[in-house]
């Protein structure tokens, strides 16, 4: 595709249960990542991936929260036993290497009732 | 945590005026960039300056960078309605790792 895509657009999940978000970026970009932002408030960095290092968990909030990138392309963030807290829009982008123009996908948001 | 903080957190202007954000960081960077969002979805790219730039201009937009107050502004002439939205900056750390602030909403009235 030309953008980055992530699916789905909307998820309303109960409360305990897990979601696997999913981000494909554009292809050839090497670099990926993860963003939750709250209501009105800014970007929150949960994970950074580069090529083929060990990819940049800082920002991940507890260890419930876990994402992989396979072959390179195609990122899933998975969320287990989710908290009402955990309701955001997660926000997925890539680079054609880390710290250029970073493509964003318009987003998942997230609803844990 | 966040790397860069904006300032202001709020603008209201009237069309034609120009709008000015200021934001703050904290280590160094290789750069910084500006990003709109609208509606609260994904995140458009306006401007790169590099850490060894300390002006650039691109349309309307105007950005400058002062590495030793680490600070950088984005000016915005002769607003329209459709300027309308968050603006965020994002700096990049030797490692290319990007980081927002928490934007300025900017607000412009017809």
């Known amino acids: 595709g030309a953008g980055v895509s992530q699916s789905p657009s909307n998820k309303v999940t109960e409360k305990g249960k897990d979601v696997e978000l999913r981000c494909d970026p554009i292809s050839g970009h090497t670099a990926l990542y993860w963003y939750r932002q709250s209501l009105g408030q800014g970007l929150e960095f949960l994970i950074y991936f580069q090529g083929n290092s060990a990819p940049d968990k800082s920002g991940l909030p507890s260890d419930r929260f876990s994402a992989e990138r396979t072959g390179g392309s195609v990122s899933t963030l998975t969320i287990q036993r989710t908290q009402q807290e955990d309701s955001a829009v997660y926000l997925c982008?890539?680079?054609?290497?880390?710290?250029?123009?970073?493509?964003f996908g318009q987003g998942t948001r997230l609803t844990v009732v | 945590s966040q790397q860069g903080e904006e300032d202001p957190q709020a603008l209201s202007i009237q069309e034609g005026e120009n709008a000015t954000m200021n934001c703050s960081y904290k280590t160094s960077i290789n750069n910084l960039q500006w990003y709109r969002q609208n509606s609260g979805r994904g995140l458009v790219h306006l401007i790169l300056i590099r850490s060894n730039e300390r002006e650039k201009h691109s349309g309307r937009l105007r950005v400058t960078l002062d590495t030793s107050k680490k600070s950088s502004s984005l000016l915005i002439t002769a607003s329209r309605a459709a300027d309308t939205a968050s603006y965020f900056c994002a700096t990049d750390n030797s490692w290319g790792k990007l980081q927002f602030g928490a934007g300025t909403q900017v607000v412009v009235t017809p």
């Open positions: 982008a890539s680079s054609s290497y880390g710290g250029t123009e970073a493509f």
